[in-house]
C-alpha cells in the first residue's frame, strides 16, 4: 500500500529535513534568511552543504548541480560529482563546500544574452535561491542533487526568468506593506504571491511519434487533414480516462510528490488525447520551479510508458490547443488574502482598495500582461485562430461588477447586492441542497475572478510562467505604491479612501468585461474602449521597450533598461529560429514526403487509367482523381518553391526585429500555402502509402 504522506516530498531537503539534520542555531540562522531575506554566513553555509550531500548520498546521488532557468524557456543543469581529489591512497571523498552551494560559475556565453554580454564578460553565476527547496532527481544519469538557482551576468545582470520573478515579489510585498498599513494592520510583515499553475498537455504514442518529423522537431504537426471526428460532442472533457493514460497520471502523481508537488486535480481535457494536471498553488517562485519540474516530469513518465507529452500550445490544428491558467493571489505571513471579498465586500474597504489598484494595474499594463504571454506557440491560440482573443479585459462575476458600477455612479442609498453565498435548489428532492459560490465562471476571460484569486488564462502551455507573475506583481506594486503614496498623506483616511477607489474604479472601468470574451462584437467594443489588441508575439514585443514598462520595472528594481533591452532581443531571434525551423521542416516534408507521395500516387492513377480505358471501361475516377491529384501536387510544388524563397530572403535581412516581421508576414503564411494542398491530398490520397500518422491515428490512438 502507499502512503501519500510518506512520499510526498521525499525527494526534497525540505524545511522538516533540515530541521532533523541542522544543528539548531544553524537550523534558526536558515529558516530567518529564507523567510525574511538576507545573508547565511559562510559557515552556515558549510554545515548546510554538508548536511544537503549527506542526505542525498543517502538517496543514492552521485552529483549535485545548480538548477536554473536560462532564457530558453526550460531548465538547465550542469552535474558535478562530489568527488573531492583522490589522496596518496588514491582514495576519495565525497564533499560539497558552502561555496559550491551558494555559487557557481557556469559559462555563460552560450546561453541567451540578448546582447547582454557584449556589454559585460561571458561570466555568468548561478546564485542559490534559498526560498526554493532543493530536492534530488533520479535519472538515468544517476540521481543528481538539484540546487534552485538565479542566474546572473558577471555584472548582476538577470540572465534567466527567476531573478526578475524573485525582484517582482519583494517589490509587490513591500508596497503591500504599505497597504495593509493604512488599514491599521501592524503585525504583517510580509506579502506574498501565490501561484497555482494548471497544466495541459496531450499524450501520443511514441511510435507514431517518431513517424513524425513535425513534432519531433517542433512539438506540433505542421500537417495534418482533420480527423472525421474532433472535438464537437464535447465527450472528451472529464470524459473517462483511458487505461494507458490513467497508468501514466498514476506514476506522474507518484513522481511529482516526491518533488513536493501537490498534484491534486487530473482530467480528460476538451481535445481528443488531451489533459489536464493541477497542483496546490504556493508562493510564486516555488510555484514556477515545480511547474518546470513537472513539464520536465511530464515527458519523463510518458516515455516510460510508450508515450510522448506534447505541451506545445497547439499540437494539432482544428482542435483546441494548450494554456496554462495561472491562478495568482497576494497574501499577508499572517494568513490573510489580499484578495478574498469576505462576505460583505462593500463594507470591506480594504478589499475594495486591492480590487481596485488590481483593476487598475491591469487596465495600466494589459499591453505587458499579453507580452507576458507571448511564445512562438502560443501565436496560434492569442489572437489567431482559436479564442480567447489577444485583449485583456477582467471578469468579475455579476455581483462584484454590480458592486464597481455602484461606486462609480455614486449609489449610497438603496441597499447593497448581497454577497453571502446563496442556496441551489435543484429541484431533485433527494439532492442536498447546498451554498453556490458567489461569482459564476466565465470561461471567456482572460482574467478572472474565481472567488478569492485571478486567474490569468492567456499563458501558453508550454511556457515559464516566470515572466506573466514578474508583469503582475510589477503592475500589482505600482499601483499599491500609487494608491499608498495618496492615502497615507490623508487626514481623512476613509473620505480619502473611498473617493480614491471612485476615482480610480471610474478611470479604468473600460478594462472590466463580463460577457462573451470570444465574440466579434467584444473585439469592436474593445477598439471603441481603447483597450489593446496585439494580434501576435513579434507586435507584442515592443512593449518591453516602451516607456512606461521601463519606468515601471526600473522604479521597483526589477529589470533594468539594458534587461529589458535584452529580453526583446531574444524575443526577436527566438520567434526567428523557431519558425524557421517549422519552415525547414515543413520543406523537408513536403519535398520528400508528401510530393514525391503525390507523385507516386498519380503514377498509379495513370497508370490504372490507361489499363482500365484500354480495356475499354469507363476510367473516369481515375482520370478525375488523377487530374485532382496532379494539381494539387503542382500547387504543394509551387508553394514549396514560394516558402524557400520566402526563408531564403527573410534570411538575408540583418535586422533582428525585421527579420521576426519578414517571418511573420513572409513566412507564416507561405507555411500555410503549403498545408493547404497537402491536407487536401491526404483526404484523396490511398492510405496505404500516405508517408505519415494521421490526426486519427495520433488522436485517438492512445
Ligand atoms: P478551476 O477548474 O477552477 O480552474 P483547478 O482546481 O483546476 O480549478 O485549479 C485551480 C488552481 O488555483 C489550483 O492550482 C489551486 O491550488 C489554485 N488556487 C486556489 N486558491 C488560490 C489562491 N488563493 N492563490 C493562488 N492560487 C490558488
Ligand atoms: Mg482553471
Same mark, same amino acid.
Given at each position: ?460 502551455? #508550454?511556457?515559464?510562467? %516566470? +515572466?506573466?507573475?514578474? &508583469?503582475?506583481? =510589477? *503592475?500589482?506594486?505600482? !499601483? ?121 500516387? #498519380?503514377?498509379?492513377? %495513370? +497508370?490504372?487509367?490507361? &489499363?482500365?480505358? =484500354? *480495356?475499354?471501361?469507363? !476510367? ?83
Amino acid at each position: 500500500m502507499m502512503s501519500i504522506p510518506e512520499i510526498f516530498g521525499s525527494n526534497v531537503f525540505s524545511p522538516a529535513v533540515m530541521k532533523e539534520r541542522l544543528p539548531k542555531q544553524v537550523y534558526a540562522e536558515v529558516i530567518n534568511a529564507m523567510v525574511n531575506g538576507g545573508q547565511i554566513s559562510m559557515a552556515t553555509a558549510d554545515v548546510v552543504a554538508d548536511a544537503m550531500k549527506n542526505w542525498a548520498v543517502e538517496k543514492g546521488a552521485t552529483h549535485y548541480c545548480h538548477w536554473f532557468q536560462p532564457l530558453t524557456g526550460s531548465t538547465a543543469e550542469k552535474h558535478d560529482s562530489f568527488l573531492t581529489l583522490p589522496d596518496d591512497e588514491g582514495r576519495t571523498l565525497l564533499h560539497l563546500s558552502g561555496k559550491k552551494l551558494i555559487m557557481g560559475e557556469p559559462d555563460a556565453s552560450s546561453f541567451p544574452s540578448g546582447g547582454l554580454r557584449a556589454t559585460s564578460y561571458a561570466r555568468g553565476y548561478t546564485a542559490w535561491d534559498m526560498t526554493s527547496p532543493a530536492f534530488v532527481k533520479e535519472e538515468t544519469a544517476g540521481t543528481i542533487l538539484c540546487i534552485p538557482t538565479v542566474f546572473v551576468s558577471y555584472t548582476g545582470e538577470a540572465l534567466d526568468a527567476k531573478t526578475p520573478l524573485l525582484r517582482s515579489m519583494e517589490a509587490v510585498s513591500k508596497q503591500a506593506i504599505r497597504m495593509v498599513r493604512l488599514f491599521g494592520n501592524t503585525e504583517a510583515k510580509k506579502v506574498t504571491a501565490f501561484v497555482g499553475s494548471e497544466q495541459e498537455y496531450f499524450l501520443v504514442d511514441r511510435k507514431k511519434y517518431l513517424k513524425r518529423r513535425d513534432l519531433i522537431y517542433t512539438g506540433r504537426t505542421l500537417f495534418g487533414a482533420p480527423a472525421p471526428k474532433g472535438q464537437e460532442l464535447d465527450d472528451h472533457y472529464f470524459g473517462q480516462i483511458r487505461e494507458r493514460v490513467g497508468a501514466f497520471m498514476k506514476d506522474l502523481n507518484i513522481e511529482l510528490w516526491k518533488f513536493g508537488i501537490s498534484a491534486t486535480t487530473q482530467h480528460n481535457e476538451v481535445a481528443p488525447a488531451q489533459h489536464e494536471m493541477a497542483p496546490i498553488f504556493s508562493t510564486a517562485n516555488v510555484a514556477v520551479d515545480q511547474n518546470q519540474l513537472t513539464m520536465e516530469t511530464m515527458k519523463n513518465i510518458a516515455y516510460r510508458h510508450g508515450l510522448v507529452c506534447l505541451l506545445h500550445e497547439k499540437p494539432y490544428a482544428g482542435v483546441n490547443g494548450s494554456g496554462k491558467h495561472n491562478n495568482w493571489s497576494v497574501g499577508t505571513d499572517l494568513g490573510e488574502n489580499l484578495f478574498d471579498p469576505g462576505d460583505h465586500p462593500e463594507d470591506n474597504l480594504q478589499f475594495m482598495l486591492v480590487l481596485t489598484c488590481v483593476i487598475s494595474a491591469i487596465d495600466n499594463h494589459a499591453d505587458l500582461l499579453r507580452q507576458s504571454a507571448s511564445d512562438v506557440g502560443n501565436e496560434h491560440r492569442l489572437g489567431a485562430q482559436e479564442a480567447p482573443p489577444a485583449i485583456i479585459s477582467i471578469f468579475l462575476g455579476s455581483q462584484l461588477e454590480e458592486l464597481v458600477t455602484r461606486i462609480i455612479a455614486g449609489v449610497d442609498d438603496t441597499p447593497a447586492p448581497t454577497f453571502k453565498n446563496v442556496t441551489l435548489n435543484t429541484g431533485v428532492s433527494t439532492v442536498p441542497v447546498f451554498m453556490k459560490d458567489a461569482t459564476d465562471r466565465n470561461r471567456t476571460s482572460p482574467f478572472a475572478f474565481t472567488g478569492n484569486r485571478f486567474e490569468f488564462r492567456m499563458v501558453g502551455s #508550454s511556457d515559464s510562467v %516566470a +515572466a506573466p507573475n514578474t &508583469a503582475l506583481n =510589477a *503592475a500589482l506594486a505600482e !499601483a499599491f505604491c500609487d494608491a499608498a503614496d495618496m492615502l497615507e498623506q490623508a487626514d481623512d483616511f476613509v473620505t480619502a479612501c473611498k473617493a480614491y477607489i471612485k476615482d480610480s474604479l471610474t478611470k479604468h472601468q473600460r478594462i472590466i468585461f463580463n460577457g462573451d470574451g470570444y465574440s466579434d462584437d467584444w473585439i469592436k467594443e474593445a477598439e471603441r474602449r481603447g483597450l489593446p489588441n496585439i494580434k501576435s508575439m513579434v507586435e507584442a514585443i515592443p512593449v518591453l521597450v516602451q516607456s512606461d514598462v521601463i519606468a515601471l520595472y526600473e522604479k521597483f528594481g526589477i529589470f533594468t533598461q539594458a534587461e529589458l533591452e535584452s529580453r526583446a532581443e531574444i524575443q526577436y531571434e527566438n520567434y526567428v529560429s523557431k519558425i524557421g525551423i517549422e519552415a525547414k521542416v515543413a520543406i523537408h516534408m513536403a519535398g520528400k514526403h508528401y510530393i514525391p507521395t503525390g507523385i507516386k500516387f #498519380s503514377t498509379t492513377l %495513370a +497508370a490504372s487509367y490507361a &489499363a482500365v480505358a =484500354a *480495356a475499354g471501361v469507363d !476510367a473516369t475516377v481515375q482520370k478525375n482523381l488523377l487530374a485532382k491529384v496532379s494539381r494539387l501536387t503542382k500547387q504543394a510544388q509551387d508553394a514549396l518553391d514560394e516558402l524557400i524563397v520566402a526563408c531564403n530572403e527573410s534570411d538575408l535581412i540583418t535586422n533582428v526585429a525585421e527579420m521576426a516581421h519578414a517571418y511573420l508576414n513572409r513566412v507564416v503564411p507561405a507555411m500555410q500555402a503549403l498545408r493547404t494542398p497537402v491536407d487536401e491530398l491526404e483526404l484523396i490520397v490511398d492510405k496505404s502509402i500516405w508517408p505519415v500518422p494521421t490526426y486519427g491515428d495520433l488522436m485517438f490512438e492512445v
